[in-house]
């Protein structure tokens, strides 16, 4: 079973975590389970960027972002070449590190 190694967020996850995850399962669902309270103001549908994530490892592993995701990325703070909105990664069968960028584009907070 493959593992999310979530680093430590101030907000999200002070101390880090790492959890099993199920292939198939999306990185946030995975996080959402355990407790990881990752922001997702449009309910998962691509719509926005708060999920946003930096995969610092296994980023190869996993399908890659279809125009959509790579579109809505080109909104998000702090992008960089292994972001993904974690509504949308996959995981397959390696493990991954992942990285909760400090900041995130939300016009309103829903509180979730």
């Known amino acids: 079973m493959p593992q999310i190694i979530i680093l430590p967020h101030a907000e999200h996850c002070p101390e880090g975590a790492v959890i099993d995850a199920q292939p198939g399962e999306t990185v946030l669902n995975a996080a ?53 909105l974690s509504c949308q990664a996959v995981v397959v069968d390696e493990d991954l590190v992942v990285e909760i960028p400090k900041y995130t584009i939300n016009q309103v907070s829903e509180g979730h």
């Open 32 to 84: 959402l389970r355990c407790g990881i309270d990752i922001e997702h103001a449009c309910e998962k549908s691509c719509a926005c960027t708060t999920c946003h994530v930096i995969v610092r490892e296994g980023f190869n592993s996993m399908e890659p972002s279809d125009e959509l995701e790579d579109d809505m990325l080109d909104k998000a703070w702090g992008l960089e070449p292994n972001s993904r």
